[in-house]
């Protein structure tokens, strides 16, 4: 008895049906594995910031510094000197450096340099989440940064805290332990100055000339947006334009000559004084 077997041609609508099911389903798997990495992204950025505010209650209401000694010993990071950025006032809180790295970054290496503090050096400057600094935590000198009181926001909600990170000296989505605020030059502070290296050691500019463009240190890295989360504790995904809202982001054609137009709309913004009142 010769037994029925599939012919050529239903082999064929068979193969081509499976082949236009997985045409189609592939990109929903991809979006959902996208999806899944960005919450994981926010969900790590939110308890990051709410480690900072937890630190801020044990710390007379004062935000986590951008870091607590010298820019050139941390860059440089030899273990004989212990100098730390915002990373390690927030460990206790945490309790995993792990959280530091960003599920959405395409970059794969984690580890800056040889020696035994080379781990330690890329978790304290290359975080992949960056402090709104300019705002909370700007430099007092080349070798200090100051605290801002988590009280004294004058709009919590509208306040950034972290973002997504990069290196500004990087054209890949490494990490950075700060964040550039849009518009951020050429705004009247304090202490009006930025640092960088000379070849003979770290000098102080005017922050009217910046070195790298505005938003450098801000990752976009689902290509169009950023999560992010404010003074209060909250935590959502921003597009670029609503990042920078109250700036001219976008119609400057020179990325470090944009300005904040509007300090209301402003999202980085700590207290009136950083306008003159």
């Known amino acids: 008895m010769q037994k029925k077997a599939f012919t050529l041609i239903e082999l064929l609508v068979v193969i081509a049906i499976i082949a236009i099911l997985a045409a189609i389903l592939f990109p929903v798997f991809a979006q959902a594995k996208v999806a899944a990495k960005k919450a994981s992204s926010l969900s790590n950025n939110k308890q990051i910031a709410l480690a900072g505010l937890m630190y801020s209650n044990d710390s007379d209401d004062g935000l986590p510094m951008m870091m607590n000694g010298p820019w050139a010993k941390i860059a440089s990071y030899d273990g004989t000197n212990r100098y730390d950025t915002w990373v390690w006032s927030v460990q206790p809180y ?28 890329n978790q304290n400057i290359f975080p992949y989440y960056g402090l709104n ?32 990170s990069r290196h500004p000296n990087y054209t890949s989505q490494l990490g950075y332990f700060t964040a550039t605020a849009p518009g951020m030059y050429p705004i009247i502070l304090p202490h009006p100055t ?6 003979a050691g770290w000098s102080q500019k005017p922050s009217t000339s910046p070195t790298v463009p505005y938003t450098a240190e ?23 334009d609503a990042l920078a809202a109250g700036t001219d982001y976008g119609t400057s054609t020179d990325p470090t000559a944009t300005v904040i137009l509007d300090k209301e709309k402003y999202l980085w913004n700590y207290d009136d004084n950083y306008f003159g009142g």
């Open 94 to 121: 945490i309790k995993s450096l792990q959280m530091m790295k960003d599920p959405m970054t395409s970059d794969s290496r984690d580890i800056f340099g040889s020696g035994p503090y080379a781990w330690f050096r």
């Open 133 to 164: 600094y300019l705002f909370l935590s700007p430099w007092v000198d080349c070798d200090h940064s100051e605290s801002k009181s988590s009280a004294g926001a004058s709009e919590p909600a509208g306040t950034v805290f972290f973002t997504q």
């Open 194 to 199: 930025y640092c960088i290296w000379t070849g």
């Open 218 to 240: 801000i990752a976009l890295r689902d290509g169009s947006s950023t999560t992010t989360t404010f003074l209060d504790g909250h935590a959502k995904s921003m597009k670029a």
